[in-house]
């Protein structure tokens, strides 16, 4: 899996994309995740990214 992200991370960066809009791609991911999770805990009210970080 380790060796997976970093091809991926490698292939991004051949691509153009710089580290800091990879890194902002990481923190949208892990905020949609941790959304989803919050979600699933509260059934089926909706759960935005801002609630999440509040």
Do not use: C, P, S
């Not at 091809?7 to 051949?14: G, R, T």
Request: no cysteine.
């Amino acid at each position: 899996m380790r060796e997976a992200v970093l091809d991926m991370y490698n292939a991004l960066l051949e691509i153009g994309f710089t580290q800091n809009q990879i890194d902002d791609m990481d923190i949208v991911y892990h905020l949609q995740l941790l959304a989803r999770r919050k979600q699933e805990v509260k059934k089926d009210e909706v759960v935005y990214i801002d609630q999440v970080l509040g």
